[in-house]
């Protein structure tokens, strides 16, 4: 590594809460694991293989390139992309045996005259169809199809000669917050349309709903596959799931790679947010808000050095930040510094840092770039 700076990613924890999870679910049911986003930052490659060894039935993506890199890595469980598919990525999608989503009758349309078009110019493709699983809006309003037009679409579907209709499946829009009224009225509608769709005789073998707050609060929503993102990863989904023991698998580390002494009254930074306000230590930390260390911390964040919390000192830059190390006591150049904890009772904790940037720990973990290295632990799970 050019720096001190990388991400430690403990595998062993993905397992214990995929496991954890797994546990609160009927043996029947399915368990989706979201990996879109490079893992939530945790690295989509490395989590997969682990979650494949524990025997995950499937795992979702946003985008079909991420879907395609797990293929080329030698991941075989089936992958659903959760995002619409482009014209034009419909053949690598049946190429790498990736299941498309669906959120309407025209997007049907379009992806069976696509995917007819691919099979019809490869040998080895005749005669196949692509999977898909039929987007249902229940209150998200953002994609899907509305549940009054569910079993229509449906219809519409199954008579498409290149597409085979495998799931069906809803979002809630408000699982994890604390006043979730909106769920139950969201159960309600999808139920509804799951019932147009049986009395029409199109209702898929997979149906799915459940996010990771509502795999854990909302048992009633279920069905035949749950999801999870967040909770995989350690990080309490909603308040009211805090009783299950998360364990977060992402630690951010770095070191201190300069020492600066300034006078009392000398400012630091850009625009001199900070001033020493007696004579003072600082300490940079090579990693910037281009790194994904969020410039909201500017003032606001600490650090631990040497068993002690450190404040940053001033505004964080695009490649460094500093840290005050005035009352850290004997600091040199070397030092380890945590930025992020693997402890959901840490003060650095993703959660903490996601709380003070006001965001969520979705943001800050996705968002750390790919300058910092992913480090795991349990190695055996990186083998393909």
Known sequence: MSRPTYAEVDLGAVRDNYRLLRGLVAPHVRMLAIVKADAYGHGAVAVARTLEAEGVDWLGVALAEEGIELRVAGIRRPILVMGLLPADEIGAAMEYDLTATVDCAATAE?????????????????????????????????????????????????????????????????????????????LVRFKAALAAMRAAGTLPPVIHAANSSALIVLPQAHFDMVRSGLAVYGITPCPAAARVPLRPALALRSAIVHLKPVRRGEGAGYGHRWRAARDSLLGLIPIGYADGYPRALSEEGQVRIAGRLAPIAGTISMDAALVDLTDVGAATVGMPVALIEADPASP?????????????????????????PRVYVSPQYLAP
């Open 348 to 372: 650095i904790s993703a959660a903490r840092v996601a709380a003070l940037c006001r965001t969520i720990p979705y943001e800050i973990l996705s968002g750390l770039g790919k300058r910092i």
């Open 110 to 186: 379009e992806l069976d005259r696509r995917s007819a078009e691919f099979a019809a110019g490869r040998a080895a493709h005749r005669g196949r169809r692509l999977a898909v699983h039929l987007k249902i809006d229940t209150g998200m309003n953002r994609l899907g199809i509305r549940a009054e037009e569910a079993a229509s679409a449906s219809e519409a579907i199954r008579r498409m000669g290149h597409l085979d209709l495998e799931g069906a499946y809803t979002h809630f829009a408000c699982a994890d917050c604390e006043d979730d009224g909106a769920s139950a009225e969201q």
